[in-house]
């Protein structure tokens, strides 16, 4: 049997971990999914980049829907859009709904792009975007050391999750509204029974 230690960490697991390590955990540990509106606005954004392929704008080779891994790192998945310059310049870009925004989630898998493609292609990658398809604006991404080393430890932390088999405590948040696994997930209930359980332990360790 496998050692989830040593699989490869999808990109998609690192933007789901940064969101929320639960979701994280029940979408790769426990296969859970469910549709919303705002996965399925995601959804509709993509098919504008789903299709493998390649075209070329103004000298600019533009692939769509690359494939990019790392052995380094132990890492898979897909690019949504890879611009190769002329000057040898290699820019990813990742398509998301919504407006123009700056969230933590969706620059750890424009910066595991990044080092998937460095790895590929032996190039420096130091910036990328995020295109926001409801204002149809880019928002340019530095590919810093920091964001390079929270890629790293983030997949690390996911791959210590898929060994111990446990799922992540519930957040219980402001995140819960937007997610799709709310009903899955129950972070309400759960966080309620947690609260019961330490008053109940309190009842008979009052230093507890």
Not at 35 to 49: C, K, P, S, Y
Not at 57 to 65: C, H, I, L, Q, T
Request: with cysteine.
């Amino acid at each position: 049997m496998p050692n989830p230690a040593d699989e490869a960490v999808a990109l998609s697991a690192l933007q789901h971990w940064i969101y929320c390590p639960r979701q994280c955990g029940l979408i790769h540990l426990e296969q859970a999914f469910e549709e919303n509106i705002h996965t399925a606005r995601g959804q509709a954004v993509h098919h504008l980049v789903d299709t493998p392929g390649y075209e070329i704008k103004s000298g600019v080779r533009v692939e769509r829907a690359l494939p990019v891994w790392s052995d380094r790192y132990n890492l898979i998945g897909k690019a949504d859009l890879v611009e190769f310059h002329l000057d040898g310049m290699v820019y990813p870009v990742e398509f998301k709904h919504g407006a123009k925004r700056q969230k933590l989630h969706d620059d750890i898998q424009l910066a595991a792009q990044a080092i998937c493609l460095e790895e590929m292609l032996g190039r420096t990658v130091s910036s990328g975007a995020i295109f926001h398809a409801s204002s149809h604006r880019r928002r340019e991404v530095l590919i810093t050391p920091a964001l390079r080393q929270l890629v790293i430890d983030t997949a690390d932390a996911i791959r210590a999750m898929l060994s111990s088999g446990k799922l992540p405590p519930p957040v219980n948040d402001a995140r819960c509204d937007q997610c799709s696994l709310k009903n899955i997930c129950q972070p309400q209930a759960l966080a309620e029974r947690g609260k019961q359980r330490q008053q109940r332990r309190s009842l008979f360790d009052p230093e507890a």
